[in-house]
Structure formats: structure tokens, C-alpha cells
């Protein structure tokens, strides 16, 4: 089982849709959660973070945390085509200093 | 502005040589990270420093090396063991080496070797 598991998509959604982007992770003692977006050929950057269980908001993106389930997604509200990018979860593995990449999800958003 | 740099944002090299990536980054953060991207891969830890002078193995250190001897600096060098050093080289930092803290990438270094 990977630490980090995302679908690879493609995740196709129509303009103005909401796209649901999940993660699940397999250390029950992880705090730390971030979404990042990789554009093709770029660096990832950093959407949000997340820490306490719950939703969390920021302009069209909304974090949602479970750690009981060890689940955590990303919502994007009024998907437009610049969203079309590879989205990446992370997780900061407890007791240690590093941070579990999933392998990403590929989202499309159709004009 | 604050940031991460690295350079060069490409860099080719024939087998058996030895090439070192820049990372410099001015955020002020103490924990600074390497990381290697293949194509449908998700990111792997090279090596990772919590502070000056001290710096620890990832998951995949073989056939790499790294130095910190400054805050704002951790270059790493793709050493001729390296079986496949053809990837995506991403650097990051954080504030401080704790899971509790955002860590920010730069750009990349597109390395091919041949």
C-alpha cells in the first residue's frame, strides 16, 4: 500500500463545475496535510494546507480533512481551464521530517 | 521578492561527469529539501537539511551528495554513480524541518544526461 494514494485521472470537468480531488493516506498519526498544483512542466505550488479536521476554505478551493477515515480532499469551486494541472497531496509523515508525496491527479477542465 | 532559486533551469551532461545544481533561496527558512521527479512519479526525497552544517538522507541519497555550509545555499551534486540521473530536480524549504510548516518549491532543473 502507497503512503499517499491519489487517482491518476484524467479528472475531465466541465467549465463552471466544482472538481473533487481525493487523497488517502496510510500514517493514522499524520498532522500535516497540503495540496499543490503543478502546471505541465513546472514546479509545484502550494494551494493550501490543512491541519485540523474539517473544511477550510480559500476563494474557490476548499480543503476537507478526515483523519479518521485518513482521507483528505480538494474541492475547486467554478472550475475554470486555467485549473487544468496536475494536482499533488502531501502529507508530513509523523516523527519524522519529511513530507509523502501522492503521485498526483491529472484534472481537465473543458471550456 | 522572496523566493527559491535554482539554476540552470536546464542542464545536459554525457555520462560519467559530475554536475552540481544550485539552490539558493532568501525566505529566511531554516529546512531546505531536494527532491527528484520522474515522468508518472511523485516526488522523491534526495536529501533533506533541518539546519546549517547537518543534513540527513532521504529515500533515494545514492549516487548523490549535498552541502550546507549556509542557510540560504543547499547545492547538490549528481555524482557519475548515479545509474539514472535524467529528471526533474526540485528543491524546496520550509520554515523549519517540522511536518507543521509549508514547505515551497523553486522552479526545477531539467537535468539530462547522455
Known amino acids: 500500500q502507497k503512503e499517499v494514494e491519489q487517482n491518476s485521472g484524467p479528472l475531465s470537468v466541465p467549465e463552471g463545475a466544482i472538481a473533487s480531488l481525493n487523497c488517502t493516506y496510510s500514517d493514522r498519526g499524520s498532522q500535516s496535510f497540503f495540496w499543490y498544483r503543478q502546471y505541465s512542466g513546472k514546479s509545484p505550488e502550494l494551494i493550501m494546507s490543512?491541519?485540523?479536521?474539517g473544511d477550510k476554505e480559500d476563494g474557490r478551493f476548499t480543503a476537507q480533512l478526515n483523519k479518521a477515515s485518513q482521507y483528505v480532499s480538494l474541492l475547486i469551486r467554478d472550475s475554470q481551464p486555467s485549473d487544468s494541472a496536475t494536482y499533488l497531496c502531501?502529507?508530513?509523515?509523523?516523527?519524522?521530517?519529511?513530507?509523502?508525496f501522492g503521485t498526483g491527479t491529472r484534472l481537465k477542465v473543458l471550456a | 521578492d522572496g523566493g527559491i532559486t535554482q539554476s540552470p533551469k536546464y542542464l545536459f551532461r554525457k555520462e560519467g561527469q559530475n554536475v552540481t545544481l544550485s539552490c539558493e533561496q532568501n525566505l529566511n527558512h531554516d529546512a531546505m529539501y531536494w527532491y527528484r521527479q520522474d515522468p508518472g512519479q511523485g516526488l522523491r526525497l534526495i536529501y533533506y537539511s533541518q539546519i546549517v552544517n547537518d543534513f540527513q538522507k532521504g529515500d533515494i541519497a545514492e549516487g548523490y551528495s549535498v552541502s550546507r555550509e549556509k542557510k540560504e545555499s543547499f547545492p547538490l551534486t549528481v555524482t557519475s554513480a548515479q545509474k539514472n540521473p535524467t529528471a526533474f530536480y526540485l528543491c524546496?524549504?520550509?520554515?523549519?524541518?517540522?511536518?507543521?510548516?509549508?514547505?515551497?518549491f523553486g522552479p526545477g532543473t531539467r537535468l539530462t544526461v547522455t
Open positions: 524546496a524549504s520550509s520554515k523549519q524541518g517540522r511536518g507543521d510548516y509549508e514547505q515551497y
Open positions: 490543512i491541519y485540523s479536521n
Open positions: 502531501a502529507v508530513a509523515k509523523s516523527g519524522t521530517y519529511k513530507y509523502i
